[in-house]
């Protein structure tokens, strides 16, 4: 009888273009953080004592790896890279076992950190605003975050910050992805991971929260051009989807309940509207939210789309990966976690 084929769990290791078995092979533990907002990271543990090839004595292993190196870590069955990064900090460990070394490495959005400065960028959208930060950085971008055209003051912060700050007004996440700098709302997936408790999931938690959801969210700001107030409001989420809101929710209820956000101040009335959409999906979209536990899977990441299945009618359906976090260990292997949410639920039976 011919017994199915095995697959190797353990993670594939290229550093500067060269495959890395032996690393791979002393791999003690490996934790890759992949946020929605802002700079993924890795921490690689690796044995660092033993036979090196051709040498007939033990010695240090990896002791070559500086900072700087390109590390790059895929899973093998399919290929799929689930990080790419530099290496930003080193570790060595000694006395509770054989020396450990640990690899801290962050993707190449960590050159955005280094760049300080204050300055005024004048009438820019977000996007050309970006662009311009990304490319001092010399990183590629690709950007739809806002038309919005207005001055933007960087004072005395990161380009990175910077970056962050102006992105999350218009709850816009900020990531690499594939080597450039994507910043855009997130896109429905045509291809959601189907998991569930008796299909790969480990642990899934859920929770329905009324707390901090409104019925609408309301800005209001100054127009030091005309010397008009400006004024906006929003009530729904960016997209529609099948089942009831917290908005709806509420009003079911008889719940009152509105929001008005005084940061950022918005300068025209494109602005205030841009803020309310987005002050509004920002609490909207986490009215259900939980986390998950899975075995491997390398295809989530932040924006990845996950449909649940074998839990009740009011949580099934399709969920919104936040930030997302790949583990391996010798004791549990490779593991996936998830922080998920979405803005409708099915409460009726």
């Not at 190797?8 to 490996?30: F, H, K, M, Y």
């Not at 030091?224 to 400006?230: C, K, L, Y």
């Not at 989530?300 to 009740?312: D, M």
């Not at 399709?318 to 391996?328: E, P, S």
Request: proline share 7%; hydrophobic share 35%.
């Amino acid at each position: 009888m011919q017994s199915e084929p095995l697959i190797n769990i353990r993670p594939r290791i290229s550093v500067n273009g060269e495959n890395r078995a032996d690393l791979a092979a002393q791999l003690n533990s490996l934790t890759i953080q992949l946020p929605w907002h802002g700079c993924a990271s890795a921490e690689l543990s690796v044995t660092n004592w033993g036979l090196a090839d051709g040498s007939p004595y033990p010695s240090w292993l990896f002791n070559h790896i500086s900072m700087g190196d390109q590390v790059h870590i895929a899973h093998d069955t399919p290929s799929i890279t689930l990080f790419e990064g530099e290496v930003t900090g080193i570790e060595e460990q000694y006395g509770a076992s054989a020396p450990v070394l640990t690899l801290l490495l962050q993707d190449r959005l960590h050159l955005l950190g280094r760049l300080r400065q204050s300055r005024c960028h004048e009438d820019q959208t977000p996007d050309q605003l970006l662009q311009t930060l990304a490319s001092d950085a010399g990183l590629e971008a690709d950007t739809r975050v806002s038309d919005v055209a207005a001055d933007w003051h960087q004072l005395n912060e990161s380009a990175l910050a910077f970056a962050l700050r102006i992105c999350r007004r218009f709850d816009v996440g900020l990531r690499l992805d594939r080597g450039a700098l994507r910043a855009m709302p997130e896109d429905p997936d045509p291809e959601p991971v189907v998991l569930g408790p008796g299909n790969g999931a480990v642990n899934i938690r859920i929770l329905a929260d009324l707390n901090h959801q409104y019925q609408h969210s309301k800005v209001t700001g100054y127009n030091p051009t005309t010397g008009e107030p400006v004024e906006a409001t929003a009530d729904q989420p960016r997209h529609s989807a099948p089942g009831k809101t917290a908005g709806d929710t509420l009003a079911d209820l008889g719940w009152e309940s509105s929001d008005t956000l005084p940061h950022p101040m918005a300068r025209s009335h494109s602005e205030a509207e841009a803020y309310a959409s987005a002050g509004f999906h920002r609490q909207a979209r986490k009215f259900l939210h939980g986390e998950l536990i899975c075995m491997g899977e390398p295809n989530l990441k932040p924006g990845k789309e996950i449909e649940l299945e074998g839990v009740s009618p009011r949580l099934a359906g399709i969920w919104q990966v936040g930030l997302c976090r790949h583990t391996f260990d010798s004791r549990n292997g490779f593991r996936s976690h998830a922080k998920i949410h979405r803005a409708q639920w099915n409460p009726e039976p």
